[in-house]
T-cell receptor, first 115, second 116 residues
């Protein structure tokens, strides 16, 4: 069975600085997708960024980028130029590419952003 | 609708009562998921629908939990004889059809259930 591990329960960053959130996963599959979701206090899960395992190039979305290390099964999220609105819970998630399978989530990292 | 809609937003119920939580997915989305999020915890998978069938019910914690989906659209999660440990946010999500699973899964805002 696949598992996702987020070892940082909480992180903090100063506004305009850069922060990296860690995620590792375990799978025997070679084809899958990885996601980072953001959950603000409103509870709405919002997709931040996704990565296809068959792509070597790291995904980027504006201030958000990932460092995908397939051999190490590592998928970290880097937030550049942090903003107060980035404060939220961040969840890393895995999804098999075999079919429309469920997302498997990590336990989350709470990010605080200080002015 | 524009997004995944869930109702009620908040529900307080007495221990032992039954509750129904409703999810209206994005139009055209064939896959529908229910997750549970306890306070300060990650998301726990409950059940997955493809159309009206549920190929994966592996996450339902007990036989007090059941879910159905009709017309390939609206889904209802039912919890019978609620217990205090059932208190959590119940999140529904949907995703469009596709041969591969890279399609984005869209979440609703959840139903916050409190059992007293």
């Amino acid at each position: 069975a696949q598992t996702v591990t987020q070892s940082q329960p909480e992180m903090s960053v100063q506004e305009a600085e850069t922060v990296t959130l860690s995620c590792t996963y375990d799978t025997s599959e070679s084809d899958y997708y990885l996601f980072w979701y953001k959950q603000p206090p409103s509870r709405q899960m919002i997709l931040v960024i996704r990565q296809e395992a068959y792509k070597q190039q790291n995904a980027t979305e504006n201030r958000f980028s990932v460092n995908f290390q397939k051999a190490a099964k590592s998928f970290s999220l880097k937030i550049s130029d942090s903003q107060l609105g980035d404060a939220a819970m961040y969840f890393c998630a895995y999804r098999s590419a075999r079919n429309t399978d469920k997302l498997i989530f990590g336990t989350g990292t709470r990010l605080q952003v200080f002015p | 609708g524009a997004g995944v809609s869930q109702s009620p937003s908040n529900k307080v119920t007495e221990k032992g009562k039954d509750v129904e939580l409703r999810c209206d997915p994005i139009s055209g989305h064939t896959a529908l998921y229910w997750y549970r999020q306890s306070l300060g915890q990650g998301l726990e998978f409950l059940i997955y629908f493809q159309g009206n069938s549920a190929p994966d019910k592996s996450g339902l914690p007990s036989d007090r939990f059941s879910a159905e989906r009709t017309g390939g659209s609206v889904s209802t999660l039912t919890i019978q004889r609620t217990q205090q440990e059932d208190s959590a946010v119940y999140l529904c999500a949907s995703s469009p059809p596709g041969l591969r699973s890279g399609n984005t899964i869209y979440f609703g805002e959840g139903s916050w259930l409190t059992v007293v």
